[in-house]
């Protein structure tokens, strides 16, 4: 006789870890439900209510990243989020530190 987990039952549940800028706030989201974490050292554990396509959100300071990732068993989910400053399109709206950071890459001509 086979059993299989109907929902989530038992005390298992499927679980997305992210990888990010140690501190940064990481968000999952699912429909209007979401659950927030500190990714502490890095890394941010989220225990997940439901099968289906999470989006996550990964933020610092002014510097965000996000991914998604399809739940579909009870397991644990690994994502990367890489966190950037956004850069504006206007010159005048970048901050010091972001125009010496897109100077510094020799990428000035792609954003202004």
């Given at each position: 006789m086979s059993i299989y987990n109907q929902g989530f039952g038992g005390g298992m549940n499927p679980s997305i870890t992210v990888t990010t800028t140690a501190g940064a706030t990481v968000t999952v989201t699912l429909g209007t439900k979401s659950a927030t974490a500190i990714?502490?050292?890095?890394?941010?554990?989220?225990?997940?209510?439901d099968y289906g396509s999470y989006s996550i959100h990964a933020a610092l300071g002014d510097a965000v990243g996000d991914a998604t990732v399809d739940v579909v068993a009870v397991q644990d989910y690994a994502?990367?989020?890489e966190t950037a400053v956004p850069i504006p399109t206007v010159l005048n709206n970048a901050t010091w530190a972001t125009i010496k950071e897109v100077a510094e890459k020799s990428q000035g001509a792609n954003y202004w």
């Open positions: 990714a502490t050292d890095g890394t941010a554990k989220i225990s997940v209510w994502v990367t989020v």
